[in-house]
């Protein structure tokens, strides 16, 4: 796969967040703070605009990127031994959790869900964006769908 489909799947697996509440700070509090992230995951989701059913749902996915990315930084500098990564090991799990436990609403609700299924099914870092020769056929499916509830937008 070339470049450019990489950069255009990547793009593409980032559901769109509603204009509201693209305004909510995304910050995540200092390492160690566990009891004030799980806090900041509840003000996240309170603060979600209740005109859009699935902001909640949207925001953590965004989230979930935002520590995923993170994660993945760290273990390609070989820093998986420290406690951060450790710290975000655990912020990441809270994150799926609260993504599985919501009932999604949308085609972008089901799209973040689906993301997350499709993460916890590859084994490879290089099928992170997307796909790659030799990936399971279901994670492969699950890809498809997933791309396909972000084709219809958030509705």
Known sequence: MNKTRRAFLAQAATPPVAATAASVPLALPAAGAEPAFAEH????????DSNQPDAALLLLGEKYREIQAER????????????????LTARL???????????????????????VLYDQMI???EEEGGPVQGTDWRARHV????LAAQSMGVA
Request: charged share 35%.
């Open 143 to 146: 890809w498809q769908v997933m």
């Open 93 to 115: 799990e809270k994150v799926e959790e609260a993504i599985e436990e919501a009932d999604p609403q949308t085609s972008g609700g089901i799209a973040v869900k689906l993301r």
């Open 41 to 48: 995951l509840q003000r996240l989701c309170a603060v979600a």
């Open 72 to 87: 993945r930084i760290m273990w390609e500098a070989k820093r998986y031994n420290e406690p951060r990564y450790d710290d």
């Open 123 to 125: 084994t490879r870092p």
